[in-house]
Nanobody
């Protein structure tokens, strides 16, 4: 299993930007599809975005499309989530996930998740 560590969360005003980073511990990261999800207390974890192992294909939740960009650097075992035009409703704990499977468009598709990083957007 790939071990993942998120960073880059924090407090930002509405309209601002944050860049989340995900550091992976294993070399198999480069062969894994990577995604981000988020969770608000009392709600189910929500799929945010994912990127294929080679970085060619990306998919986004409708709620973040056009505002968030997922990317990866396989040489450094890193993945990123650039979040622009942040809204208060984006406030959540954000998690980085990885999967060796072919599907990566739902939370249940992912085999490994990190511990999460808090993002708070003030109005």
């Amino acid at each position: 299993q790939v071990q993942l560590l998120e960073s880059g969360g924090g407090l930002v005003q509405a309209g601002g930007s944050l860049r989340l980073s995900c550091a992976a511990s294993a070399d198999i990261f480069s062969a894994s599809n990577v995604g981000w999800s988020r969770r608000v207390p009392g709600k189910e974890r929500e799929f945010v975005a994912a990127i294929s192992w080679g970085g060619v294909h990306t998919v986004y939740a409708e709620s973040v499309k056009g505002r968030f960009t997922i990317s990866r650097n396989n040489a450094e075992n890193m993945a990123y989530l650039q979040m622009n035009s942040l809204k208060p409703e984006d406030t959540a704990v954000y998690y980085c996930g990885a999967t060796a499977g072919d599907s990566y468009t739902q939370v249940v598709d992912f085999d490994s998740w990190g511990q999460g990083t808090q993002v708070t957007v003030s109005s």
